[in-house]
């Protein structure tokens, strides 16, 4: 039972409705409609279907569809017409899915399932036809029984009659009576065989009624199954359309067609789909204000677009852009047509010209010519200039020639006359060249002469690489009874034919020649000691040690450590320097930059320039350096040094000789312990043929509390045949407590004959004597220390002492070494060494010393700068001290007791 949401009865269906009896088909059709329409509504609505009853009508009410019912059942099962209403009624259902809101695919899914539903009832239907039929044809079959009964009761009845007239014939009146029953009996036998006969009739008609009626249903049904399954074809056709599509329909197909896109300056009137295409609108963008017309403009809308009206009065333009109109021409024009809405006025040129020729203001000797909205003046008759003041034009100096020719704008330009290529100089010194000049020639010396022209002397090359510690922390990371390798980064230019960095970061030596370096490094470490040691690795591997210096406990100051030191290289050698440090410590501090900067300068040996290594080796050693006395140190060559024949260094030991004039360099190295109330000293002298000595270079080291400390010295100077230079360590007071030998004193040279090198040296000491100075007294105009000159050799103009700055008067390598003894309560004092050339103060490198005490009471000790560089003509070094962490430095010794000394040597370029 099926009822309505008020409770009230709709619908019956009792258990005999699938039977095909008369007057219960319209309950099969009405079910099946009804079904049908309702798992049609479960789907399309959110909430289902509603089935109501309306005065004996039925309804089905689903999400955004009413469908009507009535008349659907309305029929008998002996009418015909009843299925066309039905068809009819299937054809509206289809209609009114397509138009509700559900989804192409859900509505081809639908039709899908009632199609297979109609085939199940089909199928149903023609059993229940086949069973009807088998009980009519046992119904017929009675009645043809019966019927043939009738007929012999009939046959059997005439003859009775026949016979009973054959008696009445004979005269048997009284049968006359009996014979008008039995023809009644007859007639009512007859009348019964015909009502038989039409009752037999009748249900055959009524038989052939259903079954044509059962015919026509089952044809309805296969023809909507068809109708179906083609609606559902369209369907699915439909449900494969995108957004941009719409689907067009036939009886039998369909087709997704694309969208008409509206076109530009169009918008959607409808949109597209699903059935229908899109229609499109013209959009006024005049009145959206999607117009680009200037505000001097009207917006004018057209079909798809619009214009823009003419510029309005006083503007002219193409309405999208509006100027306004101008008022006046610009200087040397006037005004030739008026503004119009689409061009501004035109003017013309004025002719100066034309005019007074003094309201031109062109010069007497220019002509005026007219142009495009002024004018101009011209030079001419061999001037130039602007043309409002013309100037003859200029004949070439001597020496020079025409180059460009004077012309009305351009003065005339002249080139030099190159006198060299020409042949037109004289250059008579031997040994010069012609060089030109502007306007002349000079006649400087040529390679490999050098000098300043007006004598030329036979010179030879050097270079310089000057680089800054690059692995600083790694370094400073060294751990305790370990080493690390210093490598270093170029901080300033060099030839890259004698210079290279080796796949391990070392410096390489790309051609064979003498090499002299020099690396500080400040360093603060808790150590009883660490040290710097260098070696050169030879193309073939073998490691040569060159120099080391030890450096004690620093107390927590910064100090400064370095080693030094010259050899003869191999092409492809390199140079590596190694930092150890001893048992149970650490480096608290180490400085970069010009705190860790090494110099190194090469020289091309092919002249026989050499170098010597040796070692201390002084017998005795604790016994014969005594309180005032001068000790000197003895030394051995090393097993590279001895194992060849150097014709330019000689030794008998403590003496060191120079068979041949020339010039060298020299860095020793000593290690000492020593428990001095004050202070020890080492010098380094240099004593000239005949037996005339005087110091090189001394250093101080301070009291060194029972721990190993380095001393070092070095210098350069110019020697003649048979001068010498010899060492000694001594002390006011008997406090030397050890003294190491061997790889811990060593010592090097370098020797460049004078018959391959021009060079000039210096020695000096610096012009310092009082207390309480922060630069070096600041007498220097950058705050320098300043030099009086003790020993100079120096030909003319190489190497002059100017103003107490060492300064190079021609181009070439400068080699230095200065000691200078402090005392001082900075938390650490520096001295550092920069170039000057011109008005440019470049800083190089610097050491430190850590804190010593306060005037009169405290304890000496030594700073030292070495370093090489490469000079310009008129460069020089300046030479600086600076207090850091506070305090001030308290004194410098004096010039009296040589505690401040400088030794220079300058070679010359070829």
Request: glycine letters at 10%; a negative charge; hydrophobic letters at 35%.
């Amino acid at each position: 039972s099926i009822t309505s949401r008020n409770g009230e009865s709709v619908v019956y269906l009792p258990d005999q409705v699938w039977g095909l009896r008369p007057g219960k088909a319209e309950e099969m059709w009405k079910l099946s409609l009804l079904l049908l329409f309702f798992v049609l509504f479960l789907t399309a609505g959110a909430q289902g279907p509603s089935i109501t009853s309306r005065n004996g009508d039925l309804f089905v009410v689903g999400k955004n569809l009413t469908l009507d019912l009535t008349g659907s059942v309305d029929c008998a099962p002996s009418t015909p017409s009843c299925f066309p209403s039905f068809n009819s009624k299937i054809s509206s259902l289809s209609a009114a899915v397509r138009s509700s809101s559900v989804s192409a695919q859900a509505q081809a899914d639908l039709l899908v399932a009632v199609t297979q539903s109609l085939n199940t009832t089909a199928s149903t239907r023609l059993s229940e036809l086949g069973q009807s039929l088998s009980n009519l044809a046992a119904s017929t079959s009675s009645l043809e029984s019966r019927l043939f009964s009738v007929n012999s009761s009939t046959v059997s009845l005439t003859k009775n009659i026949s016979d009973l007239a054959s008696v009445l014939g004979s005269g048997s009146t009284n049968l006359s009576g009996r014979v008008d029953a039995l023809l009644t009996a007859q007639a009512s036998l007859q009348q019964r065989a015909s009502n038989q006969e039409q009752a037999l009739n009748a249900l055959n008609n009524s038989l052939n009624l259903q079954l044509f009626l059962q015919t026509a249903a089952i044809g309805n049904l296969q023809t909507l199954t068809n109708t179906l399954t083609t609606r559902v074809a369209i369907l699915e056709t439909c449900a494969t359309c995108t957004r941009e599509q719409y689907c067009v329909r036939s009886a039998q197909s369909a087709t997704c067609v694309n969208c008409t896109p509206c076109a530009s300056g169009y918008t959607d009137l409808r949109p597209c789909g699903p059935t229908q295409d899109r229609t499109c609108q013209d959009i006024n963008e005049c009145t959206t204000g999607r117009f680009t017309c200037d505000p001097h403009a009207s917006c004018i809308n057209t079909p798809g677009s619009y214009t823009c009206s003419p510029c309005s009065e006083r503007y002219y333009g193409n309405g999208t852009v509006c100027h306004a109109c101008s008022t006046v021409c610009p200087t040397g024009y006037r005004i030739a047509a008026p503004c119009t809405d689409t061009a501004d006025i035109v003017c013309t040129d004025v002719n100066e010209c034309t005019l007074n020729r003094k309201l031109t203001g062109c010069d007497t000797t220019a002509a005026c010519v007219n142009g495009p909205g002024s004018y101009s003046c011209v030079c001419i008759n061999s001037t130039w200039g602007d043309g409002f003041n013309c100037a003859p034009c200029t004949p070439c100096p001597t020496g020079y020639t025409v180059n460009v020719t004077c012309n009305a704008t351009t003065d005339r330009t002249c080139r030099d006359i190159d006198e060299c290529a020409t042949g037109q100089f004289s250059c008579p010194v031997v040994g010069s060249r012609c060089v030109n000049t502007p306007g002349s020639y000079a006649c400087p010396c040529a390679p490999p002469y050098a000098g300043p022209g007006s004598y030329c002397l036979l010179a030879n090359k050097t270079q310089v690489w000057i680089g800054y510690i690059s692995n600083v922390a790694a370094v400073r990371a060294t751990p305790a009874s370990s080493s690390t390798e210093v490598l270093f980064q170029q901080n300033f230019s060099s030839d890259a034919t004698v210079f290279g960095i080796s796949a391990a970061n070392r410096l390489r030596f790309l051609k064979g020649g003498v090499i002299s370096f020099a690396y500080h490094q400040d360093v603060s470490h808790n150590c009883n000691y660490v040290f710097l040691a260098a070696f050169y690795l030879n193309p073939g591997g073998s490691l040569i040690e060159i120099a080391r210096e030890l450096n004690g406990n620093t107390g927590g100051n910064m100090d400064g450590i370095k080693v030094a030191g010259n050899a003869a290289v191999l092409a492809g050698a390199e140079l590596q320097i190694y930092f150890y440090t001893n048992s149970g410590c650490s480096v608290a501090a180490m400085n970069g930059g010009a705190s860790g900067v090494l110099s190194v300068m090469w020289a091309d040996n092919r002249t026989a320039s050499t170098a010597w290594i040796g070692r201390g080796n002084t017998p005795n050693a604790l016994t014969t350096f005594r309180a005032g006395s001068a000790a000197y140190v003895q030394f051995t060559p090393t097993a590279v040094t001895a194992a060849t024949t150097n014709p330019f260094i000689t030794l008998s030991s403590p003496t060191f000789s120079f068979p041949s004039a020339g010039v060298f360099t020299f860095n020793y190295f000593q290690d000492l312990i020593l428990n001095c109330p004050s202070y020890y000293y080492g010098d380094s002298w240099y004593r000239a043929t005949g037996g005339t000595e005087f110091i090189l270079s001394r250093e101080l080291m301070v009291n060194s509390n029972g721990v190993w400390d380095g001393l070092n010295l070095g210098g350069s100077w110019t020697v003649g045949p048979s001068g010498g230079v010899l060492y000694n360590l001594l002390s006011g007071q008997t406090c030397l407590t050890a003294i190491d030998q061997g790889d811990w004193a060593p010592i090097t040279f370098a020797f460049y004959p004078a018959s391959a090198w021009s060079v000039a040296t210096f020695v000096g000491q610096a012009s310092v004597q009082g207390y309480m100075y922060n630069f070096c007294g600041g007498y220097g105009p950058g705050g320098e220390c300043l030099f009086n000159a003790l020993q100079t050799v120096a030909l003319p103009s190489m190497l002059t002492f100017t103003n107490g700055r060492l300064t190079a008067g021609v181009a070439g390598t400068l080699i230095f070494n200065y000691y200078q003894d402090i005392i001082h309560n900075c938390a650490y004092a520096t001295m550092s060494w920069s170039k000057v050339s011109g008005s440019t103060t470049t800083l190089i490198g610097r050491e430190s010393v850590g804190f010593t005490g306060v005037a009169n009471s405290g304890l000496w000790d030594g700073l030292n700068n070495q370093g090489m560089l490469v000079v310009a003509a008129g460069d020089s070094v300046i030479f600086t001290l600076q207090c850091v962490g506070g305090g001030s430095i308290q004194q410098l010794d004096t010039l009296a007791g040589y505690w401040s000394t400088l030794t220079a040597t300058l070679f010359v370029d070829p």
